[in-house]
């Protein structure tokens, strides 16, 4: 077994955040600087949000970023299945051990009982934990409820008395009194793990030496360890990331910025400078350095001991000025061609493209005002540009803060998807389906028209869209 085996977990419920790119590039150089391995596993217990195309998204975003893993559920390895909606067996066979050592125990308290528990924690300021009601059902009680049908979900004990210590590699010790320990759930009632009972197996029937991780996690670590103890293994090293911040220092969220890899990619940066770029966040550069530099050398510089433990923040600016360097440093003129025709007009691209415009043209050269948006970024629209649409401007916000939310939660980022959303927006408001595309037309492509919407906001990705319709919200 190689000396250090890390890895990277997303969960496949929404479009691939830069915050996964980071925690995956640490884990990654962190890896290779020991002559390790990397491991990508797809954390898919979450069966209602999970979806085939945000695991393809993920995948496509990391290894667009110009990382690898050693094993994953696209290259396979002697750990898999590497997606824990595979692995149900493995996990009941050990939420059975538990039970058996006395270490879980089955609950069968409805959600309003749980609720209701809740309520009265909360008018007596206490901290949300179980109750451990259930803990005091014998053997006969539990067989006849289960006899009975009734459902129930599968809890961890946790200790009454004492503290116990997480101990991370960048913070140093951090202890957690186990009153403040909740009796996590680690089966569902429907027989999934949750992220917690999976997550320890996982890490441990795959090797991991190193759990490296946001630090949102850092208040999960004392149940983690709890397992650990419980099964009898040797926990892995942790290390829990500060999450990246926006120059303000509120958390990096995608209800205020654009945090999506795809973002990046379909603004015309360089991967090359992204993960140079989130490279620094994790190790700053020391006097006399050269901010530019490759996947090579940030591997080759990473220092555990130089991760900050405040959250580092994501500057656009400088990401900006990065990529600037990598264009004019990087690239000759061949090597601009070819980037550009892999931004904007790749055969797949170029033939939707041409679908959608052909039937709208009379020359060629109509196709630059028509299709302008499409290249570019942010539009510089005016509150003028809103003038001969038919909604006012509480409309027009409501319109788009109803479509930021439920574009949001749509599952796959289609036509067909957009279309319902946008229907359903008209219904809501009480107006027509054309009165309301007119402002979507605006605020995505900047005209009242152009070639049809839907394809148009397919074409241009979730992240785009998100970010113009927030741009048409300043505006209106």
């Known amino acids: 077994m190689p000396s250090v085996r890390t890895r990277i977990a997303p969960s496949p419920t929404g479009d691939p955040h830069v915050g996964t790119a980071y925690v995956a590039l640490v884990n990654y150089c962190f890896a290779r600087k020991h002559g390790g391995e990397f491991v990508l596993r797809i954390e898919d217990t979450d069966q209602a949000r999970s979806t085939a195309e945000s695991e393809r998204a993920i995948l496509d975003a990391l290894h667009w970023c110009g990382l690898t893993w050693d094993e994953g559920p696209d290259v396979g390895g002697p750990h898999g299945p590497y997606r824990q909606s595979e692995r149900s067996s493995i996990y009941r066979e050990y939420a059975d051990k538990l039970l058996a050592g006395g270490y879980a125990f089955k609950c069968f308290c409805t959600p309003q009982r749980l609720e209701e528990m809740r309520a009265v924690q909360r008018a007596s300021a206490q901290p949300s934990r179980y109750d451990g009601h259930c803990l005091s059902y014998t053997p006969e009680e539990v067989a006849r409820r289960e006899a009975a049908g009734q459902p129930y979900v599968i809890r961890m004990r946790v200790p009454d008395e004492g503290v116990i210590v997480v101990d991370d590699l960048r913070r140093g010790p951090i202890e957690f009194d186990y009153k403040s320990v909740d009796m996590q759930v680690l089966v569902k009632s429907d027989g999934l793990p949750t992220y917690h009972l999976a997550n320890v197996v996982d890490d441990h029937l795959m090797e991991i030496t190193h759990v490296i991780r946001g630090e949102e996690w850092v208040s999960s670590a004392p149940k983690h360890l709890l397992l650990y103890s419980y099964f009898g293994w040797q926990p892995p090293e942790f290390v829990h990331l500060p999450l990246l911040r926006n120059p303000d220092k509120s958390k990096l969220s995608k209800r205020r910025n654009p945090t999506g890899i795809l973002f990046y990619e379909r603004m015309g940066y360089l991967p090359e400078a992204l993960i140079n770029f989130l490279g620094l966040l994790a190790n700053a550069t020391r006097e006399g350095e050269d901010e530019l530099m490759d996947l090579t050398a940030l591997v080759r510089r990473f220092e555990l001991e130089h991760i900050p433990v405040g959250g580092p923040v994501f500057d656009v600016a400088k990401l900006d000025w990065l990529n600037g360097r990598y264009i004019r440093e990087r690239l000759d003129a061949a090597s601009f061609v070819r980037r550009v025709e892999e931004w904007a007009v790749s055969p797949e691209r170029l033939t939707k493209i ?113 970010e113009r319709l927030r741009g048409a919200l300043e505006v209106v």
Do not use: C, H
Request: net charge neutral; no cysteine; glycine share 6%.
């Open 354 to 466: 041409a679908q959608l415009a052909a039937p709208r043209i009379e020359r060629l050269s109509d196709l630059a005002p028509l299709l302008a948006f499409l290249f570019s970024g942010r539009l510089a629209l005016r509150a003028e540009d809103f003038k001969n649409v038919k909604l006012d401007a509480p409309e027009m916000r409501e319109a788009f803060t109803l479509a930021l939310r439920e574009f949001d939660a749509l599952p796959a980022w289609n036509v067909f998807g957009i279309e319902d959303v946008l229907k359903r927006i008209a219904q809501t408001l009480g107006k027509k389906g054309r009165d309301l595309a007119r402002p979507f037309y605006v605020a995505i492509t900047g005209s009242t028209t152009s070639i049809p919407l839907y394809d148009s906001m397919e074409l241009l990705g979730r992240d785009i869209v998100r």
